[in-house]
């Protein structure tokens, strides 16, 4: 049997990359962090980290070992607010969403669900997939609005994320031009045409995408500016910044700008909604209701 507290020490040994610095997380001396890393290796009979004078690093045991750590840490954190949770008066039920998403999806879906269900103390939080997934996993949301860019999404059956997926709608991205922009009037681009053009981003995460499209059609990206806002973005592209490459969900009605599809190869969104996999807790029925109507037509 693998003792759940050496677990946890390999854990911040592999989290820090030393017996040293993990022993100040745990609180612990770092005589007591080796000894509980040489008993974990001898109860499997198997080395879980490789020792040098640059610090440690996990073998392939030791990996193995970490993942089901964070999972079992997930599943502790989760099982504590769900505790956390019966001790209150209402029903609660915390969703989190993408600025964009949550903009366009959610309001009708949660004026249909408020209305059902007045019962239910609901909270909303903006987060990026890269927090609102984490949130899931860790019982801090029950539901998260989210996003992928092209590849394979976040979650997958039968992988060890602990969150199932299911796929609401693409989100084709767009190139925004001024009205007055000679290809305004096109009604599809190739990348290449726009080699000449400066690019206004919306979103930090998009950098490397867009590169990687700009360099298949044969230019370099030139930028103008790196903004986090995809309005704020479009009002420079208004001032004759730049072009800029924009979700068709997060789109301006703006007089003086159009949008025009890409020709493939062309990058796209693709958004979702997760859900952990782990109970059918609560806020079961809510996270249901909640997808029927996200999913209804």
Not at 31 to 56: C, H, P
Not at 224 to 233: G, I
Request: net charge neutral; hydrophobic share 45%; charged share 20%.
């Amino acid at each position: 049997m693998i003792d759940v507290q050496r677990l946890r020490v390999l854990h911040e040994v592999a989290r820090h990359g030393s017996f040293n610095r993990a022993a100040t997380a745990l609180r612990f001396t770092p005589s007591a962090v080796s000894q509980q890393i040489a008993a974990l290796e001898r109860g499997l009979g198997l080395t879980v980290v490789e020792r040098s004078n640059r610090g440690v690093t996990l073998t392939e045991p030791g990996r193995m070992l970490v993942e089901t750590a964070e999972a079992i840490a997930a599943e502790l954190a989760d099982t504590q607010t769900r505790i956390d949770r019966l001790s209150r008066d209402r029903a609660q039920f915390t969703i989190a969403a993408f600025a964009s998403g949550g903009r366009r999806l959610l309001p009708a879906a949660l004026a249909s669900f408020t209305a059902a269900y007045p019962e239910v103390e609901l909270t909303i939080l903006e987060r990026e997939p890269e927090d609102s997934l984490p949130l899931l996993r860790h019982g801090r949301a029950d539901l998260a609005l989210a996003y992928h860019f092209d590849g394979p999404p976040p979650a997958r059956p039968g992988d060890r994320s602990g969150l199932d997926w299911t796929a609401l709608r693409p989100d084709p991205l767009r190139v925004v031009l001024p009205c007055a922009h000679p290809l305004a009037g096109r009604r599809a681009l190739h990348l290449a045409e726009l080699s000449g053009e400066r690019w206004v981003l919306g979103c930090l995460k998009t950098v490397e995408l867009l590169r990687h499209y700009t360099n298949l059609a044969g230019f370099e990206l030139r930028i103008s500016c790196s903004a986090t806002d995809y309005m704020f973005a479009q009002s420079l592209v208004s001032a004759g910044v730049g072009v800029a490459l924009i979700p068709e969900i997060a789109l301006m009605d703006a007089p003086d700008l159009v949008a025009v599809p890409l020709e493939p190869p062309s990058p796209s969104r693709h958004i979702g909604v997760a859900t952990t996999r782990r109970h059918r807790g609560p806020a079961q029925p809510y996270v249901e209701a909640l997808m029927d109507l996200l999913l209804a037509p």
